[in-house]
């Protein structure tokens, strides 16, 4: 709404001129919200203390993590808050797909807010049940993907990009909607597992936000898309100012959410940002990219899925000795901090293998 308000006036006053670019409005949306989340997660904290918004630690889960029991969880609303008010301020809110961020984002962090909500009041570690947090996933999913099947502005619309190859599509057909809707819920599920240590999953999303914002600015100029090899979607340049809002409010609660958390984000946190990250990919067509860029999120969850699976077919045997990964490591006595570091290393060398993907098609 501001950038509406300042840009209409550049006629009269010619240095407001600066506000049509998208690099810096997301440069805005960044410092908006990390001063936003900020300045009000102290008093946040406070207020969830309160109302008794506290975690509840697994019995069965790392012993190092009981003395974590109590600290506020929910905090992923201060997330929610700065991501929101920092793109109504500095986003062109006539953009369509403005529009469909702020659904996803809001959407998914909804059902982490009502899973969060029953683990609080049934003062244990299990919320709203499996299957129906899938149902709704899904549902929300399958109804962003359908607005995007059916955008008459979008030539690509059922079209998977390779990276690495100039202009190599497959196009799915009506296959692209059951693969949208996996990359959607299958991210936000991935997110979900790997916020289990302080301050982990946020710092893996800031840095997938940064890559994200690169490509797509990329993806939503003709100039750059075309020199790039890269799929030119129009409009979708607009969505960098959305990942430049959620990386101020990642870095933000991270001085809150570091070593030892004094808020956890909670799945109201966590599905939220993994349906945008999800939800990104999908509108650029760089699902694939977002495997190597969040490869920490597939690896996470593919431990956890190997380990149940390898569970239920041995009668009880292990692959890790708990998943998801992190929590393997925990219990090999790596400190939680160190854990949190390196997986951060690996996140950031994963982001610039994903930003050559662009010089080596």
């Known amino acids: 709404m501001l ?27 960044i410092l908006t919200s990390f001063f936003f989340t900020f300045i009000i997660a102290p008093s946040c904290i406070r207020w969830l203390k309160r109302l008794s918004l506290t975690q509840h630690i ?124 996996f990359v959607m819920v299958g991210t936000s599920n991935a997110v979900n597992l790997t916020d289990g240590m302080d301050g982990l999953a946020a710092g893996l999303v800031g ?55 004094e808020v956890f984000m909670g799945d109201v946190g966590s599905l939220s940002l993994g349906g945008a990250l999800g939800s990104l990919a999908v509108i650029t067509k760089h699902e694939i990219v977002l495997a190597l860029v969040g490869g920490i999120f597939v690896v996470e969850a593919l431990s956890v899925i190997l380990q149940v699976s390898y569970f239920k077919l041995t009668n009880g045997k292990r692959i890790f000795r708990m998943a998801p990964l992190h929590h393997h490591f925990e219990l090999k006595k790596w400190p939680e901090p160190k854990v949190i570091v390196r997986f951060w290393i690996i996140g950031i060398i994963l982001a610039l293998l994903s930003l050559l993907t662009l010089k080596l098609r």
Not at 8 to 23: A, G, M, P
Not at 125 to 147: D, E, I, N
Not at 233 to 252: D, H, K, R, Y
Request: hydrophobic share 50%; aromatic share 18%; with cysteine.
């Open 58 to 181: 697994r019995d069965d889960g790392p012993k190092t993590h009981l003395k974590k029991e109590g600290t506020p969880t929910m905090g992923g609303i201060i997330i929610i808050a700065s991501v929101f008010l920092s793109v109504l301020l500095w986003a062109n809110l006539r953009n369509h797909y403005v529009w469909i961020m702020i659904v996803s984002f809001l959407g998914f962090g909804f059902i982490g807010f009502v899973d969060d909500y029953l683990k609080i009041t049934r003062k244990n570690y299990k919320g709203l049940p499996g299957r129906y947090k899938l149902v709704a996933q899904f549902l929300l999913a399958l109804s962003v993907t359908l607005f995007l099947y059916f955008n008459p502005k979008d030539p690509y619309t059922t079209v998977l990009s390779i990276p690495f190859f100039k202009q190599w599509l497959i196009d799915l057909g009506v296959f692209y909607l059951p693969f949208a809707i």
């Open 207 to 261: 840095i997938a936000s940064i890559v994200n914002a690169v490509l797509l600015y990329i993806s939503g100029h003709a100039v750059f898309a075309k020199y790039l090899y890269v799929l030119y979607i129009p409009g979708t340049g607009e969505l960098a100012v959305f990942c430049g809002a959620m990386l101020g409010a990642c870095l933000g609660f991270l001085w809150y959410n570091s070593y030892p958390a």
């Open 3 to 29: 950038y509406e308000i300042l840009y209409s006036l550049s006629d009269q006053f010619s240095v407001l001129n600066v506000f049509r670019y998208i690099t810096f409005r997301t440069m805005l949306a």
